[in-house]
């Protein structure tokens, strides 16, 4: 493997490798063989595999990352070894950070390469040559330099602070050209980066002054911006402790909603996307049901476009899990608009579980009946493969039959002709069991009355 061939030319370290096996054999034998092994025998153990683990592996690294392999553009023009922390400086040029502001701090105001007088000292992380030195590392079957490792752990330096800080100043301040350029770097940080989600965590103004280019009326005015800012909404709600933050900060739900229906695709994709996932706790359940959010997504839904379509059903779906955002949803237009989709055979799995939810709201079993829901449903029970949409598909069913005693006529017409119910009551999953059982001792029920009567 790659990762010893660079040790084992070193006599010194080999000595040192065969001597720790060695040790470990022993040590091993031991604790194997004896039944009651000292203590510290197994703390031995552990400290000699440890030390051979460093030889064979960080020093390994260490000597791959100096080595005259490493391509000349991943290697900091200051130090001459690859860049564990790249970072642009105004002039243009990367840099490893612990190298520039070492420069810095000395006291120039310069580029290092260029001798460009700098214009400010704030240093922008450069996260495609980051990216391009980590698909480096892993090709060669090297670990992730120290700083990179940092980042994914949220480690949020001095550094970062103040570009953030400067990143917020540009969209507060600057031209419609520097808040986009604030807000589109905004938006790659806190994609990849949970130390930025993190930082709009600490301040109550963070957020608020992330929407200031985004004037209520007026948000679509520059559709990139607009697009760069919400998506920036969306990574930030990613995070656990921003979603109560971020849907509680006044301006954002009204601003996503109003991108549910402006801007470029991909600003209403995500605009749902960040609802679905604020939605995630059931107080932000409640409060963008209230804001009235259910019905510009389901205008979204009804528009049908391919790329926002599984983001709309996913917030809707979470939404409706609390009651009384069914009885907004079904109030908004949502079944006609659902049933007309299944119909269509599009994204049927996801809507039959939006639907299976409504159906227990009295006005949504009604529309169903008025829409002609039983057929398709019944279609879709004898044309399906997938177990869960028979489910769902006999859950609703089944709400038809208890609160509609009029479409009952048309379950035991297909019962009649293809035994639709009875197979599923046999071969479905448990609750398909139940509910198609349910349907049957419902229409046994109402043929005993009629011939009662």
């Known amino acids: 493997m790659a990762k010893t061939g660079v040790v084992e030319t070193d006599p010194t370290v080999v000595a040192k490798v065969a001597e720790l096996k060695k040790e470990l054999k022993r040590l091993v034998k031991i604790i194997v063989e004896e039944d ?67 420069w810095l701090k000395e006291g120039n105001r310069t580029c290092p390469q260029t001798q460009q007088v ?194 709309v059903a996913s917030a809707i779906f979470n939404l409706c899990i609390m009651h009384e955002n069914k009885a907004r949803a079904v109030n908004d237009g949502a079944v006609k608009v659902i049933l007309k989709k299944i119909k269509n055979h599009i994204l049927v799995d996801e809507l039959l579980a939006i639907l299976a939810m409504l159906s227990s709201h009295q006005k949504a079993v009604d529309e169903m009946g008025d829409l002609g829901a039983v057929q398709c449903l019944l279609s879709i029970i004898r044309e399906s493969s997938c177990g869960r949409n028979k489910e769902n598909c006999v859950a609703i069913l089944y709400s038809i039959c208890i609160n509609d005693r009029t479409k009952c006529k048309e379950i035991r017409a297909e019962e009649s002709a293809h035994g639709t119910i009875s197979q599923l009551a046999k071969n479905g999953t448990s609750r398909a069991k139940r509910k198609a059982n349910g349907i049957l001792e419902r229409l046994k029920k109402t043929a005993a009355n009629t011939h009662t009567a």
């Not at 103004?205 to 559709?223: C, E, K, M, R």
């Not at 109560?244 to 909603?257: G, H, Q, R």
């Open 118 to 311: 700098l214009s400010q000292t704030v240093l922008t992380p450069n996260l495609l040559v980051r990216d391009m030195i980590s698909q480096w590392c892993k090709n060669q079957g090297i670990e992730l330099p120290d700083s990179f490792r940092d980042a994914q752990e949220e480690g949020i330096t001095q550094s970062d602070r103040e570009y953030f800080e400067s990143l917020l100043e540009g969209i507060l301040s600057g031209s419609v050209s520097e808040q986009t350029k604030a807000a589109k770097q905004l938006r790659q940080l806190t994609k990849r980066m949970p130390s930025f989600r993190a930082l709009f965590g600490e301040s109550l103004d963070a957020i608020p002054q992330l929407l200031v280019p985004l004037t209520p009326g007026q948000a679509s005015l520059h559709p990139d911006l607009q697009e760069d800012v919400i998506t920036t909404v969306l990574n930030l709600s990613i995070h656990d402790s921003n979603k109560k933050l971020v849907a509680e900060t006044p301006e954002v739900i009204p601003l996503l909603m109003e991108s549910l229906t402006s801007g470029t695709i991909e600003t209403r994709s995500n605009a749902a996307a960040a609802l679905f996932t604020l939605s995630a706790l059931d107080s932000n359940k409640a409060l963008i049901g209230k804001s009235g959010a259910l019905k510009p997504l389901i205008n979204l839904l009804d528009e049908g476009h391919p790329l926002a379509m599984k983001d």
């Open 36 to 102: 009651e092994s000292r203590t510290e025998t197994f703390d031995q153990a552990i400290e000699a595999l440890s030390g051979l683990k460093d030889l064979k592996y960080k020093k390994s690294l260490s000597l791959k990352l100096d080595a005259t392999a490493c391509p000349e553009q991943f290697r900091c023009p200051l130090s001459n070894k690859l860049m564990r922390d790249p970072v642009i400086v105004s002039s243009g040029q990367t840099y490893d950070r612990p190298f520039i502001e070492k």
